[in-house]
């Protein structure tokens, strides 16, 4: 069964301090790694797919990268409107679901 | 740009009840699937469907759900009598093909009482 890992729980930074989020993940073969934003009462929005280790796609202030057991969704210089819950979410090849980690809660104090 | 929409915003329904929600997801999108995420807790898969067909569906749907495409554009989940455990916010995706990325609705609260 495939599962999904993230950490931290919930982080706290100053507006301007980067940091990276984790993403560890067992599949019995990798289709897609997915990220998602979740603002309270939402649905999930989408930001990146990855498919293949060393692969990296970036889209202002947010860099994810991938590697053969995890993924680290990077933020530069975050400011209070990236204030959200991070998901990340895998496919197999084997089937069409979304496997979702239990996300990370990030907030940017002013 | 196109979106994922869900109707209603918050669902407030007897247990035992019968609930129909409704999606219509993007235009040219193929794939469509139910999610439920009950408070606090991952959002979790109910139902893929392809070509009018359920193409894959979890544990948690059981005979209990149903999944149904009336018409060209719109998508919809029944539960034929609900349970206290229904409780959850409940949202619709797409995409264009299975390996694009999954859309997602803004959700339906459903409260079951």
């Known amino acids: 069964e495939d599962q999904v890992t993230q950490s931290p729980e919930a982080l706290r930074l100053q507006e301007g301090e980067s940091s990276s989020l984790n993403c560890s993940y067992t599949?019995?073969?990798?289709?897609?790694l997915f990220w998602y934003r979740q603002d309270p009462g939402k649905g999930p929005e989408f930001l990146f797919t990855?498919?293949?280790a060393g692969e990296e796609k970036e889209k202002e202030r947010l860099k994810a990268t991938l590697t053969k057991k995890e993924s680290f969704l990077h933020i530069t210089a975050p400011k209070p409107e990236d204030s959200a819950t991070y998901l990340c979410?895998?496919?197999?090849?084997?089937?069409?679901?979304?496997?979702f980690g239990t996300g990370t809660r990030l907030t940017i104090i002013p | 740009e196109p979106e994922v929409t869900q109707t209603p915003s918050h669902q407030v329904t007897q247990m035992g009840q019968e609930v129909i929600l409704r999606c219509v997801p993007i235009?040219?999108?193929?794939?469509f699937y139910w999610y439920r995420q009950i408070l606090g807790q991952k959002v979790e898969f109910l139902v893929s469907f392809y070509n009018n067909e359920i193409s894959e569906k979890s544990e948690i749907f059981d005979d209990q759900f149903s999944v149904e495409r009336p018409d060209g554009s719109n998508f919809t989940l029944k539960i034929r009598s609900t349970k206290l455990e229904d409780s959850a916010m409940y949202f619709c995706?797409?995409?264009?093909?299975?390996?694009?990325?999954?859309?997602f609705g803004d959700g339906t609260r459903l409260s079951i009482l």
């Open positions: 979410a895998v496919t197999n090849f084997g089937n069409e679901k979304l496997t």
């Open positions: 990855l498919y293949s």
């Open positions: 599949v019995s073969g990798l289709r897609g």
């Open positions: 995706a797409s995409s264009e093909t299975v390996n694009q990325p999954q859309h």
């Open positions: 235009s040219n999108h193929l794939y």
